[in-house]
Each structure stands twice: as C-alpha cells, then as structure tokens.
C-alpha cells in the first residue's frame, strides 16, 4: 500500500498508522485529505485514475473516512475491538456520508469499578481508539467531587484521587478473586496501586493518567466535553469560578467544560410547598413560580425542586459570569441538568428557554434507562433553539442493574425516531465494555446512518458476525429487551453497584421487590438463553461463536444474580421487624434465607470469572463482592447476631445519591 496525507497533524498520522495496520498489503495508493466542500461532520471515499481518495470536512472526518473504507474491505470494528470477517475487496470505493447526529460518543462518569477508570492507562487508551474505530467523535468524562479535580471545589478536601467515590477494595482473602484480579492489594488502576495510601501521590497520578487518556481521545479526533457538579444554590459563584479555571489547567485538552446539576438535585423528603417557593425566591419571581409549570411540579409532591432549580440558577449565574475568560480561552460552556423526575422538566425547560444565553450550550440526562430518556423528552418537548445546542445523554446500560446483561437498543431507537432531523449531539453513558458490544455498535451505526429498526439491526448484527439462525438471535435480545426495560421499571436499582444506597440498616433494597417479578425476569432471560443455545450449536463462525460464547456466559449471570436476589427478598417476611422482636426460629430462617443468597452470589461470581475478556470484568468481579454479600452479611449480623467476615458497609467520601432513603 502506498499512501499520502494532504497535511501532517497527529489526526492524520494516526489515520495514516491505521491504514498501515489494518492494510498492509492493499495494492491502490490511497489518498487522504480534508475536504471543506463537504458537509461538517461528513466524509467520503471515491476512486480516481491514481487510486483511492478518503477525504472529510476535517481531520477527524478523514479517520472516519479511513474506518469505513476498512469495513467495505473485510474488518469489522466493535467497542471491544477490531476483528477481521472476510477479506472482501470491493471492485470500487465510493461512499459519502453525512451523520444523522453530528457528535455522537460515549459519557464516562468513570466513578465505578467496572468502567475505564480502573484500567491500565494502554487498555484505557485502546479502548479511546476503539470508540473512534466506530466513528464516535464525542467523549463527555465526568468527575464527581476529589476523583478528578484537585485545588478548591465542593467537599472538604483538596485533593483528587478518590476513585470510586473514596471507597476501598482491598483484594479479600478468597481464593478466586484472588486469582482472576491482577491488583495484588487494592483495586484500582495498577499503576497507582503501590502508591495507593499516599494521597499526594495518588491525586497526582489519577490526574496524569486522565490528562494522558484525553491525549489520545484529541489524537483520534475527537471533541471533549468534562462535567463537574458545582453543587451551589446561590448566585454567589465565586468558588464554582475557581474550579472552573483549576479545571481547564489540569486538562488543556477540554473543548467544552460544562456545569451540570447533581441528579435530580438528590433525594430525600419533600418539603411543603410555601417552604419550596420561599427557597426559589433568590432566582425566580412569584410570578413566575404561579405559572404551570412551576406549580405543578411543586405539588407533585417529590422532594428538591427547590434544590434542582436552585442549582440551575447559580448554573445560570456561573456560566455568564465565566463566558468573558471562555471566550479568550476558545473553550467552549455548557449547562447540564441531571434530573430524572419528568414533573420538573417543565419548569426546568421553560427557565432555559428564557434565560440560557445563546453561546452556552446545553446537556441533559432527563432520565434512568435510554427508554426512560426517550420517554420522558418525548413528554416535554425541547424549542428548536434549544436542541440545536443541547447534548442529549442517553444510556448504552442502566448502572442500576449493573450485574444483569442488558439490552438498551429499544430506548436508544425510540430517541433517534422521536427526535429525528432535531438532535445534533447524543452521547450515552455505560461502565462495562464487553457486555456491550452490540449495544454501543447499534448506538453508533444508527447515529451515523439514521434510524435503524432495532430488529433489522439483530439480523444484520448476527448475518455479519456469522452467526447462525439470526431470528432466534432477534427474538432472544427482544426477549431481553423486555426484561431489561422491567427490571428498570419494576425492580428498581436491583444491581446497582453502590452498597450504601442498598442500606445500611434494615432490610434495605430487600423489602421492596416482587419476588414474583423477579422470577418472571428470570424466566425471561432463560428463554433467550435457550435462543442463544440454538444459535450457538449452529453457529462456525468464529467471530460469532466467540461472541454468542459471551452473552451466554452474561445471561447465565444474569439468572443466577436473580435467583439470588429472590432468595434474598424472602427476607420481606421480616418487614418492619426490629432485631430483638425476632425469636429463635425466626432468626434461624433468616440465616437461612442470607445463606443461601450468599450461596448463588459466590455461583454468579465463578461463573463470571469464565468469560473475562476485559480489565471491566475484573471490576464488576471485586464490585459484586463487595455490594450485595456485605449487605446479606450485615443483615444477617443485624438480625441474628452472626458476625460479618466483611467489613460494613464503608461510608464514601461522596456518593451516589439514593432514591430510597434507609
């Protein structure tokens, strides 16, 4: 292969390595160059007297340019890899593509274990490139208060560093996790690990390894937006100011800093409506909160508009206040609002539309679950002015059922067909990297080509992979699809991977479930493994048995986590108990009921550590250990006095907020 670049810059370079990579032996000379004739965000790929021309409105665009001629020719680009299908060489390259959604990527709050914030900085890296080999241009990284950001901020400490909210995973004295984590102490990124108790240390690694995987992000193109959480209520924003400036020090690689709420401005109890008005008389007249849309969502009787729209207010005032040093910087500003109670998007949106300034851009996750965001933007419909500069967070899997496999492809379709021709920006949030492979492939293709019919996609999906009988295929991830969105709906937070919103006294998360629901999830799920089974033992392929011989393993997962969980919530018996009112025998059935719990919990653990392609399934192996074991644990040392051979549930440095407060 003999290929020329128009203009050496490190996009291009990159572009030029993949080629070199991926087609070594291509006999045409290959061209590539931007094209400003083109549409933005477009590229494009034509043949000429002297070989092939990949060209695009910019650098980024020819890379994307670069990754589709590559995918006519017999590679296939997945969020956990390339692999090659065939050795296709097409007779003649012509293509031209003008995305359906002009930045399209991927939102890392990178918080959990099981997401890219504990991975080796070259498997961080790897997984960056990744994205682009799918064409996303788009990354959003998120820092909660001290993981990312040091210097003056919310919280009482001026370090960062504090991975995983502050929580601890020391590698535990059990064999098996012993031997399937490559951290030898504490979990985290293995280059930080020997400094681990060295704060000092630590903050400043944590920064360099995210300054180093925004590098490569800017290599392949791609356009960074970082979201921190002001958390103020007031007009004052002097100290959201100073965080703002620390920040764009730390990482000279942001195109966007964007200013986003706390979600749903937290959760607790509601307060009475006069005290509700009087905490919104700082931002908003009376006149204002006596309209619709205000009103309603103050008798909806759900707690903290008064905090949500508090914290829209000093975002209002923080991000006029900063636009002057922006503006001298070329950095780019956005608002964001994470609020997931539909009764307050309209007083939320009416305030936007009258006051966010028109050079601030604006970023909403409205709801858990893509099929709830699709929903719930459906039901308060965005101006145009508006969606023209908002960025729309979706979900590619819902953190609330992180240790069940998922299938958030319906949402995602739902988003695209409701706003289609209106949204211009989407990026979508997801912690697990393998389990998603064919979720974030959807996410990409479709915001590429436009609307794709989820059940096109699976035939499509499975005919490419090779893998055989591909309406079973269709009708398994419908299947789950189905128990998916139910799990979301009916069995709230049912994987969520923080112990303490599962509860730190009582019965927890365990009192609310429908054991009947749970089994019916559970069923569900075994029938599409029995779908996945026909394909399997029809399926050649290697690509497609490779990737049939996951999703198996993750459903299997799935049915066994349930299993455990509807074991767990026979403990419902005891509702509303306190320990001393517990005889004997009662205490003796509760014991029973936690072990054998405990006993499908260690079964889903063997059984993961089967299938472990990634650095993430490492992470979700030490999470699952250390959520809901400790809360059957500190149940049963509650209720029945037998002590916990693990520690209680750690109180973090910051937390996820609960729905459910215990």
């Known amino acids: 292969m003999s290929a020329v670049i128009m203009k050496n810059t490190s996009v291009m370079e990159f572009a030029m390595a993949e080629l070199e990579r991926f087609l070594p032996d291509f006999e045409r000379n290959i061209e590539l160059t931007v094209d400003s004739e083109l549409p933005a965000y477009s590229f494009a790929g034509k043949e000429n007297a002297s070989g092939v021309v990949l060209c695009g409105a910019d650098e980024a665009c020819v890379l994307h340019a670069v990754y589709t001629m590559l995918e006519m020719v017999g590679w296939r680009f997945e ?54 080999r799918l064409r996303y241009n788009h990354i959003t990284f998120h820092s909660y208060p001290n993981q990312w950001i040091d210097g003056p901020q919310e919280g009482n400490i001026e370090h960062a560093g504090e991975l995983f909210y502050g929580l601890r995973y020391d590698i535990p004295e059990h064999p098996l996790l012993k031997r399937a984590i490559s951290n030898k102490k504490t979990f985290c990124i293995p280059a930080i690990e020997p400094y681990y108790d060295d704060v000092e240390v630590k903050s400043r690694m944590a920064i360099e390894w995210l300054r180093e995987v925004m590098i490569e992000a800017k290599k392949v193109g791609m356009h960074i937006q970082f979201s921190f959480e002001p958390r103020g209520k007031t007009r004052e ?25 706390t979600e749903t401005g937290g959760w607790g109890e509601a307060s009475s409506p006069e005290e509700v008005r009087k905490a919104l008389d700082e931002h908003y007249s009376r006149d204002l909160q006596s309209e619709p849309e205000f ?18 207010g000093h975002l209002l005032a923080s991000v006029q206040e900063f636009t002057p040093e922006a503006t001298k910087l070329n950095l780019k500003l956005s608002l964001g609002i994470y609020c997931v109670l539909p009764e307050f998007h309209p007083a939320i949106f009416r305030v936007l539309h009258e006051r966010l300034p028109q050079n601030i851009g604006f970023a909403i996750l409205a709801g858990h679950s893509s099929g709830r965001v699709a929903d719930f933007l459906q039901q308060s419909p965005l101006s145009d002015d508006i969606w023209s500069r908002t960025m729309i967070y979706s979900w590619l899997e819902f953190d609330g059922t992180m240790y069940l496999q998922q299938n958030g492809i319906p949402g995602i379709e739902r988003l695209l067909k409701n706003n289609r021709n209106k949204m211009q920006s989407v990026a979508f949030n997801h912690w697990r990297t393998a389990e998603n492979q064919l979720v974030a492939r959807y996410a990409a293709e479709t915001c590429l080509t436009g609307l794709i019919p989820a059940k096109d996609f699976y035939t499509s999906y499975a005919e490419t992979l090779g893998i055989s009988n591909p309406a079973a295929f269709t009708e398994a991830h419908e299947i789950m699809s189905k128990a998916d969105w139910i799990a979301t709906n009916e069995l709230f937070n049912i994987g969520f991977c923080f112990a303490g919103c599962w509860g730190r006294k009582g019965l927890g998360y365990f009192e609310n479930w429908s054991i009947d629901r749970i089994y019916y999830n559970h069923d569900l799920f075994g029938k599409a493994h029995k779908l996945l089974a026909q394909c399997a033992r029809q399926t050649t392929a290697v690509t497609g048995r490779n990737f049939l011989s996951f999703l198996e393993n993750r459903v299997r997962c799935t049915m066994v ?42 079964q889903y653990m063997t059984l993961h550590v089967e299938a472990m392609p990634d650095r993430g399934c490492e992470g979700t192996l030490i999470s699952i250990y250390y959520t809901p074991p400790v809360v059957l644990k500190r149940i049963r040392e509650e209720f029945a006095g037998i002590p916990s051979d693990q520690p209680h549930i750690s109180i973090g440095h910051d937390e996820p907020p609960s729905p459910i407060e215990w």
């Open 79 to 132: 969020i956990t890899g390339p692999v090659r299908i065939n050795q296709n060489v097409p007779e003649n390259i012509d293509f031209q593509i003008e995305p359906a959604v002009k930045l399209r990527g991927i939102r890392q709050h990178i918080n959990f274990p099981m997401d890219i914030s504990s991975y080796p900085l070259e498997e961080a890296k790897e997984y960056i490139r990744n994205l682009a």
């Open 561 to 602: 986590y349930l299993k455990a969980m509807a074991k767990g919530s026979e403990l419902q018996q005891f509702k509303n108990m306190e320990p001393e009112d517990l005889n004997n025998e009662q205490k003796t059935e509760l014991t029973q009921i936690c072990d054998r719990a405990l006993a499908s919990l260690e």
């Open 295 to 312: 009103t309603r969502a103050i008798n909806s009787g759900n707690a903290n508009f008064d905090t949500i729209m508090g914290e829209l």
């Open 237 to 261: 924003a002097t100290r959201t100011l100073i965080t703002c400036r620390h920040i764009i020090k730390l990482y000279p690689q942001i195109d966007t800093l964007e200013l986003i709420s």
